[in-house]
């Protein structure tokens, strides 16, 4: 899992389109804390401390630490709505996370031994169909990457879910087929060579066969008889 984020955050006293223009207008961003069994808590955060854990790329799959008035609660982002035109946060959810919560999380698949895959040595191409697996996860287990081996595949070699390791404390959330996740395919341009080098041969075998059986090949035949 990724280190836990932290986050400071302030109370928002007042609520409306209104409070949260001014709180943008001075750099804040609205935010809500809400789940547990608890009452929502309506916050802001500092916009610059925000966009700088958007940027590390797993913001999204990170435990963050908000801390309201030196009391810390932990959570998990759920929705960060931006500005259509600026692509500036304006909102952002967060779930409360009780202890010993499972959760729904998409954690990103990262192949390794490339170089020991058959299929991909010859040429072949590792055609990616989930980038990211759908996983019910322990709060505190959340895995940052799922690994995933491609030594000894072939060309038209799949890998599936159930061939997966999962990490303790997570499990597919997709149960009802054993969906794929990559195969290894022939590039397309290999396709495109061999079929041209099938037409060729056709063409040519066509063409010996008109030569053999031509005209000239029975003037010649004529020529011989004379002569003798």
Do not use: W
Request: proline share 5%.
């Amino acid at each position: 899992m990724s280190d836990a984020l932290t986050l400071p955050a302030e109370m928002r006293e007042r609520a409306g389109k209104g409070a949260s223009r001014a709180l943008r207008r001075d750099g804040r961003v609205p935010a809500v804390i809400y789940g547990g069994k608890e009452e929502p808590t309506t916050i802001h955060v500092e916009e610059k401390e925000l966009v700088k854990l958007l940027m590390t790329g797993h913001f999204m799959n990170s435990i963050v630490e908000v801390t309201v008035d030196g009391k810390k609660t932990r959570t998990l982002p759920k929705d960060v709505a931006l500005h259509p035109v600026t692509d500036r946060p304006v909102h952002v959810d967060f779930l409360r996370l009780a202890k010993g919560a499972k959760i729904d999380v998409n954690v990103p698949v990262v192949f390794t031994n490339e170089e020991e895959s058959p299929g991909l040595k010859k040429g072949g191409v590792l055609n990616v169909v989930r980038h990211e697996l759908e996983l019910i996860c322990e709060a505190d287990k959340i895995p940052g990457e799922i690994e995933i081996d491609v030594t000894g595949l072939e060309v038209g070699d799949s890998v599936h879910i159930s061939a997966v390791t999962l990490p303790e404390g997570s499990e597919s959330a997709i149960t009802d087929r054993d969906f794929t996740i990559a195969t290894v395919v022939a590039p397309s341009a290999l396709k495109r060579s061999g079929d041209e080098e099938g037409e060729e041969e056709e063409v040519d075998a066509g063409g010996v066969a008109a030569t053999e059986q031509g005209p000239d090949a029975d003037a010649e035949e004529e020529q011989e008889e004379k002569s003798e």
